[in-house]
């Protein structure tokens, strides 16, 4: 028995050689050959797994993660890789990652591995899991690009009140001049009906970028919805003087020019 630890441990200690001199092939050899003398041991299925999701083979890394969270089920950085390779079981990897986070203080070391799963997750359509990753982040600091994917998120998951508050925040903080907030503001106005506050607030973007043709294009679009043919019009015309090829622009002029 003692010579079995001590072969682990010198095999240990040659793993760890070859990962600080970046010969990653050689580490995984030496900690599967751990594993064959020490089936749980918990390093070298970590690494193991690790070091074939650094290769993208992702089958193979799942393998030993899953091995790994059998024997140890309160590590939450082994459920998010989990979740971000296995997107059929992602929802359950990254609830069960949350539900170790949220015991856990949310310190300095952790932010950038929040804001990428939070970013990453809103991309994928996973509004729930990048809501309390993005959470994470602003209830430890208020930053404006996290305060913006938080209000981008309600937005998407239609809360548009909640989604407006941020904006708003977003719009004094940028002292009402930031196209993109502006826009944000609009279209929750717009998801609420209240078209002439989404009007307006697409007018004063307009006047910080007269040549964004996608704000000319929404400002038609709700004069389309209200049935003024002739500012949607109007509006359309100057999305495609600064575009002409911009698809969307003209099938909304073909539909508007369709309406009674």
Same mark, same amino acid.
């Given at each position: ?38 089936? &749980?041991? +918990? ?6 797994? %690790?070091? $074939?999701? #650094? @290769? =993208?083979? /992702? ?102 009140? &909640?989604? +407006? ?6 719009? %004094?903080? $940028?002292? #009402? @001049? =930031?196209? /993109? ?80």
């Amino acid at each position: 028995m003692n010579e079995n630890n001590n072969d682990i441990k010198s095999l240990s200690k040659l793993a760890e050689k070859c990962i600080k001199d970046k010969n990653f092939e050689e580490a995984k050899n030496y900690y599967k050959t751990i594993l064959e003398n020490e089936p &749980k041991n +918990l390093e070298a299925l970590y690494i193991v797994g %690790f070091l $074939y999701m #650094k @290769n =993208n083979l /992702y089958e193979d890394s799942l393998e030993y993660f899953n091995r790994f969270i059998n024997i140890k089920n309160d590590n939450p950085f082994v459920y998010e890789y989990m979740g971000i390779m296995d997107e059929t079981n992602r929802t359950e990897y990254f609830n069960k990652a949350i539900e170790i986070n949220d015991n856990i203080k949310t310190v300095r070391k952790d932010y950038s591995r929040y804001i990428y799963i939070a970013f990453k997750s809103y991309q994928w359509g996973e509004y729930d899991i990048s809501l309390n990753y993005t959470n994470y982040i602003y209830n430890a600091r208020q930053i404006n690009t996290i305060a913006n994917l938080l209000g981008c998120i309600y937005y998407k998951k239609g809360d548009y009140d &909640k989604a +407006l508050s941020l904006f708003h925040d977003l719009n %004094f903080i $940028y002292e #009402k @001049n =930031n196209v /993109y907030v502006l826009c944000n503001i609009a279209s929750c106005y717009r998801k609420k009906n209240s078209n002439n506050m989404a009007i307006r607030y697409l007018a004063k973007a307009k006047e910080i970028d007269d040549n964004n043709k996608l704000i000319y294009y929404n400002i038609a679009s709700i004069y389309g919805d209200l049935g003024d043919k002739k500012l949607a019009l109007e509006n359309i015309d100057k999305a495609l003087s600064i575009d002409n090829d911009y698809n969307d622009a003209i099938k909304l002029k073909e539909y508007i020019n369709n309406l009674d």
